[in-house]
Nanobody, 115 residues
């Protein structure tokens, strides 16, 4: 089993920055595939950023140039650096890791962008 614990959410003003962390523990040696999703109130969950085994990354158009996904396999942690935050980035952010075909999800962390 693999457990994911997210942290780093909070309240930030427009234009500000946050860094989300997703720490994996349990029966996982390294993070080969991970992504971040978000879900705003009344909206469907949407994919924000992906990082795969080779290190290649992809982003939703809405966050390109502002968000950066990264990982540290020594710490078994995935990060989402979010800059120039906008009110429309307000959502619960979820970390997802795929390990040998099994999907694991974090509990979600709230990000609120408001003045």
């Amino acid at each position: 089993q693999v457990q994911l614990v997210e942290s780093g959410g909070g309240l930030v003003q427009p234009g500000g920055s946050l860094r989300l962390s997703c720490a994996a523990s349990g029966s996982i040696d390294s993070i080969n595939y991970a992504d971040w999703y978000r879900q705003a109130p009344g909206k469907q969950r949407e994919l924000v950023a992906v990082i795969i085994r080779t290190g290649s990354k992809n982003y939703a158009d809405a966050v390109k140039g502002r968000f950066t996904i990264s990982r540290d396999n020594a710490k078994k942690t995935v990060y989402l650096e979010m800059n120039t935050l906008k009110p429309e980035d307000t959502a619960v952010y979820y970390c997802h890791v795929r390990d040998f075909g099994t999907d694991y999800w974090g509990q979600g962390t709230q990000v609120t962008v408001s003045s």
